[in-house]
């Protein structure tokens, strides 16, 4: 049974009118897919893998092939999975209203499979590669192989283009972030924990520049001191603010 959410007159006017509107997605987003988050334990991504092996540069130069396969592994058990509910209103809310930009921490290529068009990846795609200079490399040439190969262009492995714990952000994409961001009208953070810099500092440069910030989120977060808060899964509560915002039901 989904729980009802009332919602602020101020909160829907405000994404009625919006004159550009973010909405910022995390771990929480894909987990309603069955993609595991980014936590340690039996129901996250990293169970008994050590991070530390899988998730940094050192760890790939240490053991590229197992690395590699893991990555592959993880492509494998995605292909099971399916955007859901949240990615499926996000991409409609794109195609209803042109100024929607959407910027996401997850790297399952979701939103992009639920229609949406104009997505900024802060943590890279892992259905994308790159060699170790940041070569783009074509993923149909390599994603299924056994062992990484060598840059054609310059010999160095290749390796997933996902964002490794000891990596900055891919510098064009957080730029474009910020700009949106503090270009936003209402900046809605769906399933995000807040506590990952500096992809946390985006909800701030909107409200610097005077947006409404909403938060989607079924577990309590940094960002409830700042945002209004609609407390549920994302999956549930969006289709009821389309249905608040624009008259019809989501289906
Ligand atoms: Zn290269």
Redesign the pocket.
């Known amino acids: 049974m989904t729980d009802v959410v009332a919602f602020d007159d101020v909160l829907i006017k405000a994404l009625r009118e919006a004159k550009n509107v973010v909405f910022f997605t995390g771990a929480g987003a894909s987990a309603e897919s069955g993609i595991p988050t980014f936590r340690s334990g039996a129901d996250g991504l990293w169970g008994d893998f050590d991070m530390e092996d899988y998730a940094t540069s050192e760890g790939f130069t240490r053991n590229p092939k197992k690395v590699w396969q893991w990555y592959r592994d993880r492509r494998q058990d995605m292909a099971d999975l399916q955007p859901n509910t949240a990615h499926n209103v996000i991409a409609r809310w794109q195609k209803k209203a042109s100024n929607v930009t959407v910027i996401t921490q997850n790297i399952d290529n979701f939103h992009q499979d639920a229609g949406s068009d104009h997505v900024i990846e802060l943590h890279g795609n892992i259905h994308q590669f790159?060699?170790?200079?940041?070569?783009p490399?074509v993923a149909s040439s390599v994603n299924t192989l056994d062992e990484p190969p060598l840059?054609?262009?310059?010999?160095?492995l290749?390796r997933p283009d996902v964002v490794w714990f000891n990596e900055p952000l891919p510098q064009e994409a957080f730029e474009h972030a910020e700009m949106f961001s503090r270009e936003s009208s209402v900046f809605v953070a769906v399933g995000c924990s807040m506590d990952v810099y500096p992809a946390a500092f985006l909800p701030a440069f909107a409200a610097s520049s005077g947006a409404y910030l909403i938060q989607i989120n079924p577990e309590v977060s940094a960002f409830d001191k700042y945002a209004h808060t609609l407390r549920g899964k994302a999956g549930e509560v969006l289709p009821q603010l389309w249905l608040a915002v624009w008259g019809e039901v989501f289906s």
């Open positions: 790159k060699c170790l200079n940041d070569h490399v840059c054609e262009i310059c010999g160095s290749v």
